[in-house]
């Protein structure tokens, strides 16, 4: 690294695509993948649904485009999904289940556990009648971004999950970051995702590849999962040169914990800052909360970003860094340098 490198924490999406990604990329055996001719996607979700330990999978352009799939699969026009007051589908995809499945939208506050307990789901879930919607999906999340990439124990997933279940109501778990909390728990994903009917995850996060989601369940859901994808655009052709480095990317799951090691180094750095409160991180994301420095998200993104480093803002006083595997620990050292200095050079009140 030199010292005019930007060093990019805003979030693990920002990754290059390594030498090998690129060379398998130019390499693929590619066909029509609308006609399933392509033999490098089929392989892909031939290995992906295995590795979570499900039937089948769809290989999809983006995560939001696999939730919504998926919320579509799951329900019918006029009932509702349950989901966590801060999840990823509910807060930032758009609004997609009301736009694109005509569903309406119910919220637990499941705060620093994530994910609702057995009980708030079961006292959640409404049968449909004459006056309210029945609830079609309960949505899951982990690991959980807006919290701070906390991973969610089995336990947990499997107490909600169970609760759904109980009253005939398919469960979907965003697992945009599922490695990572596989990798933090120490326990397979295939494992954490035993009682959850259907998952998606990122290829293009923590494991590096350039571009893609799977969505991986029942043979049957995915049948019709493949036809919303058409639908929604995103039916592709000679899709093998992007599923290539996905394929290479499923091999990245171990070095995960790098990035976690690497996020509680950033962490620790953090809160020693004057006024800096930043919890340590489960996985790979790191949350600065500054109230009490009295230094907004906004106003410490630009200082970082002049002294070379990304960040995000996620809240008014909470800004979010993001490890992966373009960062080292010595990025991570050099990161907490700059930012330190950027801090001292910030006008006095």
Known sequence: MTEDTFIDLRSDTVTKPSLAMREAAKTAEVGDDVHRDDPTVNELERQAAQLVGMEAALYVPS?????????????????????????????????????????????????????????????????????????????????????????????????????????DVPVHLDGARIFNAAVALDVPAADLLEHVDTVNFCLSKGLGAPVGSILAGEEGFIE???RVRKLLGGGMRQAGMIAAPGL???????????????????????????????????????????EGADLTAAALVDACEEAGVGASPFDTYITRFTTHLDVDADDVDAALSRIEGALTALPAE
């Not at 489960?282 to 909360?289: G, R």
């Open 63 to 167: 995560g939001t485009m696999g939730n919504q799939i998926a919320v579509n699969v799951h329900t019918n026009p006029g009932q509702e999904i349950l989901l966590e007051r801060e999840s990823h589908i509910y807060r930032w995809e758009l609004a997609g289940a009301s736009w694109i499945s005509g569903l309406q939208t119910r919220t637990i506050d499941a705060g620093d556990r994530c994910v609702p307990t057995g009980e708030a789901v079961a006292e959640g879930i409404v049968e449909e009648d004459l006056h309210r919607p029945g609830t079609g999906l309960l949505s899951l999340e982990n690991t959980h971004n807006y919290r701070g990439g906390v991973a969610v124990p089995k336990a947990h997933l499997d107490a909600a999950a169970t609760a759904a279940h109980k009253a």
């Open 224 to 226: 019709e999962a493949r």
């Open 248 to 290: 290479l990317s499923l091999e990245n799951v171990d070095r995960l914990a790098e990035d976690h090691e690497n996020a509680e180094r950033l962490a620790a750095g953090l809160d020693a800052f004057d006024g800096f409160e930043v919890p340590d991180p489960d996985t790979n994301i790191v949350l600065a909360h500054t």
